[in-house]
């Protein structure tokens, strides 16, 4: 008799947390919902998905995309990297509210691995690299660095993009003329010429022309674009020449990288500027008042023709920064530290903090992504190029009570040792959360043109070939730089990856071969050091080029 009840208890129980489910689903309440999914870890939630009737109850819902669509709008207010991810991933605008379901499920279990990957990789400094290297025809203009591309405007008014996860050739442009400038924004390509503005879709190579509302006198000479905002700097011409800086600003709303509100523009005159920050909140227009000192125009986004505050900065090493209703710089090399100052642009207070950052290098790239300040330098010893990175949480700095503690790096590492034959003139540097770009100019003699080279560090854990996200990659055992899905992505990627390749084998071959100079400058003398060491040098590098060829297939 007393079994009796536990069994009529144990179908109430069971009942009940059916029903549980479907009220939820039938009442809207997918939060709720959502907080009983959260108590199961993923091998649990497969499990459950595959045995439980109540799952299936719940599966079978229409609305369950809603469940989805929360879920990423939540990882999305929680953390920027997913948001970064989000659109890494796939293009914006994608409608969750449908009843295919599966995609986003699929798409969100793979960004939260990514970013569980990201944030292990860098950690255990685990990175794949990739490098291209090619002659250089033309003088480089300017260089662009997005989270997709890198752009390379050359004297010859002809631009290069590539694709900067696989360091392939997506376009070349050709811009019409001198004074024309261009700027990168997620996927399209926008260049000027005189008083028009092109704007290229990288993905689908398709071209509209806009003409602005400029008089004759005018030209179009600076391009930003951020944040949702497009601005273009007017320049003016007089007697044949040209003025330095924009004298008028104006600015469109961009809806998306496909759709760009032409017909509602706002034009601010009256300025002098040469860069400008934006977001929703403010527009920031930059320019050096004294050869000591530069001035930020701060104006609300909204009333862009209103006069706001003015700030007035200490010229410093390092290019200013604006994040967030923030602008940061800074303000004191010493030792083992450098002292960061934050300009609160709301308040117009300043505060500082002390980082403990490695300061040996002055040539450093700050940048601030997905809630973290990252600091790269490039340094070369000897006959190795490394790359050095520091990370800080911005929430620790932002939070820094006093300017007398000192903000310990959360990473510091030192990436990818690379030889090369003569001097390298690092051009451009980018890092953010998803790795490090490097454009630089190799120099082999004074009488043989130069070349510059592209070298990608990536903490994504994607293949080098495909460009999959996945698990279980394997690395080149040659190099150890790179990572592929199998021996198929291998044979095909290596006509491209074989530069790398071979640079990275004559590491131990150059280490082996600094010990033999070290040898004979002790038995001989230092002159007879620097013959043979240079003979020895050319013929390693050569025999080791060759042999390496024939083994281009093993994994």
């Known amino acids: 008799m007393a079994s009796q009840p536990a069994e009529e208890e144990m179908k109430e129980i069971e009942q009940i947390g059916v029903d549980i489910i479907e009220n939820l689903h039938r009442r809207n309440m997918y939060l709720v919902l959502k907080q009983i999914f959260e108590k199961l870890d993923r091998e649990s939630l497969m499990n459950v998905e595959l045995t439980s009737q109540a799952w299936k109850a719940a599966i079978s819902n229409v609305n369950l995309s809603m469940f ?66 090619e002659d250089r025809m033309n003088s480089v203009k300017s260089i662009q660095i997005t989270d997709k591309y890198v752009s390379i405007l050359f004297d010859d008014f002809k631009s290069k993009i590539w694709n900067r996860h696989t360091l392939k050739v997506e376009q ?31 993905r689908t190579k398709k071209e509209e022309i806009f003409p602005t509302p400029i008089d004759g006198n005018n030209y179009i000479a600076r391009l930003f674009a951020a944040n949702g905002f497009l601005v273009a700097g007017l320049n003016l011409k007089y007697n044949g020449g040209r003025s330095r800086l924009s004298h008028t600003a104006i600015i469109w709303k961009i809806k998306s990288p496909f759709e760009i509100e032409w017909n509602n523009f706002q034009m601010v005159p009256s300025l002098n500027f040469y860069q400008v920050f934006m977001d929703k909140r403010f527009l920031i227009f930059e320019y050096s008042h004294h050869v000591d000192s530069k001035v930020f125009d701060v104006r609300q986004m909204s009333e862009p023709r209103e006069k706001g505050k ?10 200013h920064i604006y994040h967030d209703g923030f602008i940061f710089w800074d303000s004191s090399f010493s030792g083992s530290t450098t002292t960061i100052s934050m300009l609160d642009i709301e308040s117009g207070n300043i505060k500082t903090v002390n980082l403990l950052a490695d300061n040996s290098n002055k040539d450093v790239q700050v940048n601030i992504d997905s809630g973290f300040l990252l600091a790269c330098c490039e340094c070369g010893e000897q006959w190795f190029l490394t790359t050095k990175l520091q990370v800080w949480d911005l929430k620790t700095i932002m939070d820094s009570s006093t300017s007398s503690q000192i903000i310990q790096p959360l990473i510091d590492i030192s990436v990818c040792p690379l030889p090369f034959i003569r001097s390298v003139s690092t051009m451009s540097l980018h890092s ?66 074989k530069e790398l390749c071979l640079r990275k084998k004559d590491v131990s071959v150059l280490n082996e071969l600094s010990e033999v100079k070290a040898t004979i400058s002790a038995a001989v003398g230092s002159s007879t050091d620097s013959a043979v060491g240079s003979e020895l040098s050319a013929q390693v590098i050569s025999e080791s080029s060759d042999g390496s060829l024939s083994q281009q297939q093993e994994l």
């Open 68 to 133: 989805w669509n929360i879920q990423f709008q939540q990882k999305f207010a929680n953390s920027l990297l997913w948001d970064k991810l989000y659109r890494f991933n796939v293009e914006k605008g994608l409608d969750f509210a449908s009843k295919d379901f599966l995609f986003p499920r699929i798409l969100f279990n793979k960004i939260q691995y990514t970013v569980e990957t990201i944030t292990k990789n860098w950690t255990e400094c685990d990175s794949t690299n990739n490098y291209i290297q």
């Open 432 to 497: 953010d959360i998803l790795g490090i770009v490097c454009v630089s100019e190799v120099f082999y003699s004074p009488y043989v043109r130069s070349s510059y080279a592209i070298r990608t560090i990536s903490f994504l854990p994607a293949c080098n070939f495909c460009k999959e996200i996945r698990k279980n990659l394997r690395r080149c055992e040659r190099c150890n730089l790179v990572k592929y899905c199998d021996s198929d992505c291998q044979q095909a990627d290596w006509d491209h990856h």
């Open 172 to 202: 070349e442009i050709q811009t019409a003329e001198e004074h024309g400038c261009c700027v990168l924004y997620e996927d399209v390509f926008m260049h000027t010429h005189g008083q028009q503005i092109t704007v290229r879709h990288l």
């Open 310 to 319: 003015v700030f007035e900065i200490a010229s410093c090493y390092l290019e």
